[in-house]
C-alpha cells in the first residue's frame, strides 16, 4: 500500500513569490492534515480537511491556504512568501474512524 | 489550556543503555496519545497509540506506557539505528468537532556505539 506522497521534495523561491505544494494521501483516508517544522518551533498545525472541507485550521496568516479535491489529493498554497516561510512542510493523513495520522516525506522550503 | 511536555529536550546514551523518555499531558479528556519517530529531513513515522490509563504497547526495543497524567517511551539495550527524534501527540476529546493532535516538542536521542 503506498504511503502518503509530497511533492515537490525540495523547492527555493524567492522573497515574495507564491508557492503550491501537493499531498496525496493513503488510498481510502478521506483526512488531509498540513504541517509546518522548523527547527526552533516544533510542529506547528496548519489546517486539515475531511471530505473536502476545512474542518480545523491553525493559528497562521491568510498567506497560507489550502484546499482538497475529490479524490482527497490536497494542496497547500503560500503566497508572498516571507524569508520566516522556510520550513519542513508535512502532510499527514487519516483513516476513517480513526485518529493515528501518517506522514509523509515532506516538501523543504527555501526562501531566499 | 491542553498543552504537551517532553523530557528530556536531548538523550545522549551508550549502546545498550537502557533508558526512558517522558511525554507529560494536560488536557481536558484524552482521546488517544500518540509516538512517533523522526529521522533528520523526514517525515514521522508512526509507532503506537495509547488510548487509556494502564495501557501498554511494544516494538522491538521500545515499550510505551500511558498513566492519566504522563506516558513514558522505554528503550531496552538501544541501538545505534534507534538514534532519532521521538514525538509525542495528544488528541483531547473533541469539543466543537475539533479533533487536531496537540504536539509535543520532541526528544533527541542520540545513542553511541
Known amino acids: 500500500k503506498a504511503g502518503v506522497t509530497q511533492t515537490p521534495r525540495y523547492l527555493i523561491k524567492t522573497r515574495g513569490q507564491q508557492v503550491t505544494l501537493s499531498c496525496s494521501p493513503i488510498s481510502g483516508h478521506r483526512s488531509v492534515s498540513w504541517y509546518q517544522q522548523t527547527p526552533g518551533q516544533g510542529l506547528q498545525f496548519l489546517f486539515e480537511y475531511f471530505s473536502e472541507t476545512q474542518r480545523n485550521k491553525g493559528n497562521f496568516p491568510g498567506r497560507f491556504s489550502g484546499r482538497q479535491f475529490s479524490n482527497s489529493r490536497s494542496e497547500m498554497n503560500v503566497s508572498t512568501l516571507e524569508l520566516g516561510d522556510s520550513a519542513l512542510y508535512l502532510c499527514?493523513?487519516?483513516?476513517?474512524?480513526?485518529?493515528?495520522?501518517?506522514f509523509g516525506q515532506g516538501t523543504r522550503l527555501t526562501v531566499v | 489550556e491542553d498543552q504537551v511536555t517532553q523530557s528530556p529536550e536531548a538523550l545522549r546514551l551508550q549502546e545498550g543503555e537502557s533508558s526512558s523518555l517522558n511525554c507529560s499531558y494536560t488536557?481536558?479528556?484524552?482521546?488517544?496519545l500518540f509516538w512517533y519517530r523522526q529521522d533528520p529531513g523526514k517525515g514521522p513515522e508512526f509507532l503506537f497509540t495509547l488510548y487509556s490509563a494502564g495501557e501498554e504497547k511494544e516494538k522491538e526495543r521500545l515499550k510505551a506506557t500511558l498513566t492519566k497524567k504522563e506516558s513514558f517511551l522505554h528503550i531496552t539495550a538501544p541501538k545505534p539505528e534507534d538514534s532519532a527524534t521521538y514525538l509525542c501527540?495528544?488528541?483531547?476529546?473533541?469539543?466543537?468537532?475539533?479533533?487536531?493532535?496537540?504536539w509535543g516538542a520532541g526528544t533527541k536521542l542520540i545513542i553511541k556505539p
Open positions: 499527514a493523513s487519516s483513516p476513517p474512524y480513526n485518529t493515528e495520522a501518517f
Open positions: 488536557v481536558s479528556g484524552l482521546r488517544g
Open positions: 501527540a495528544v488528541q483531547a476529546a473533541p469539543l466543537d468537532s475539533n479533533y487536531q493532535l496537540i
